[in-house]
């Protein structure tokens, strides 16, 4: 039986009436970033501000220094309005598979070259860095993203695919790195920083996991070549996610280079990541987004 997501529904008509203008978004911003006070740079303390009419900015009542709540966030400087950003983000939010860039321009009437900055400033800053170390039942897997390569070799040594590797903690969360290579001195340094000792680990029969058992790790393997898949020593959980990050991007972006490929499998992961919220996602991209930014602040 396919598990029920608890979380809640947020339809285009709730959308629509949240953010139906620039000052709305504007003053959402606003009270995410300070729900009480603004920081003011030149009287170096919390102070009220208003808002400058006809402007996207809010004067201190002590000294009328003039602040933006885009500044430094992906808003600032864009002569895109605020609301087609926070459509593009709802956009982006309802859908599992991604969305591309055209489809972007179709539904805001943006530039294609407008609709793919907006796209790809969002995808960069939904890499979850913030996750802690892995621990409990982990699976680690390796997969390969790329065009098809006619008559050359397929998978593992593929001179036109980029590599990945990816780990999981089974019922919780997952991160995925994009490598030069799949040799040992790349992978295990990868597991040894972000999976504690003693976890349980799952790969498939790949030498390069053959040191995870002295590296202090209870390693099981998946017996591919024995047709033993699942009975508990499996890497269901990390195939699914391949599967579903490449029939993404082969379905909606057909293709994606190496220089751009972390961040789409961020998107794909932050999504996943939060699967198990119970606030909409579009929420939860529009916090991230947002409070990243606050997190610099003094």
């Known amino acids: 039986m396919t598990k029920k997501s608890p979380m809640q529904k947020f339809t285009i008509k709730e959308f629509q009436a949240r953010f139906p203008d620039d000052d709305i978004c504007l003053e959402w911003l606003r009270r995410k970033l300070y729900p009480e006070k603004i920081f003011c740079a030149t009287c170096r303390k919390p102070t009220k501000h ?14 009328s220094h003039h602040f933006s709540p885009t500044a430094g966030t992906i808003f600032h400087k864009s002569p895109t309005p605020l609301t087609t950003w926070f459509y593009v983000i709802y956009l982006m939010a309802q859908t599992r598979g ?49 065009g098809k390569n006619k008559g050359g070799k397929r998978g593992r040594g593929s001179e036109n695919k980029t590599p990945v590797v990816g780990i999981v903690q089974r019922q919780g969360k997952i991160k995925t790195f994009v490598v030069s290579d799949t040799k040992s001195k790349t992978v295990l340094p990868i597991v040894e920083e972000n999976v504690e000792k003693g976890s349980q680990i799952f790969t498939d029969e790949y030498p390069v996991y053959d040191r995870l058992s002295l590296m202090g790790y209870n390693h099981e393997r998946v017996m591919h070549s024995e047709d033993m898949y699942v009975n508990g020593a499996h890497t269901n959980t990390l195939e ?12 909606v972006f ?8 972390q961040d789409y499998l961020d998107e794909y992961a932050f999504r996943y990541n939060h699967r198990d919220d119970v606030e909409p996602m579009y929420w939860v991209f529009l916090s991230k987004l947002t409070l990243a930014h606050l997190a610099e602040q003094p």
């Open 240 to 251: 699914g996610f391949w599967s579903t990050a490449k029939n993404g991007i082969k379905g």
């Open 50 to 63: 208003y808002k400058v009419r006809g402007r996207k900015v809010y004067t201190c009542e002590d000294c």
């Open 254 to 261: 057909h293709s994606v280079s190496p220089k751009y490929l």
């Open 98 to 146: 991604g969305i591309s860039a055209k489809q972007i321009q179709r539904e805001t009437g943006v530039t294609y070259k407008c609709a793919w900055r907006m796209c790809n400033e969002i995808r960069k800053r939904l890499g979850d860095n913030g996750i802690a170390s892995f621990a409990g039942q982990i699976e680690v897997d390796e997969s390969y993203f790329g």
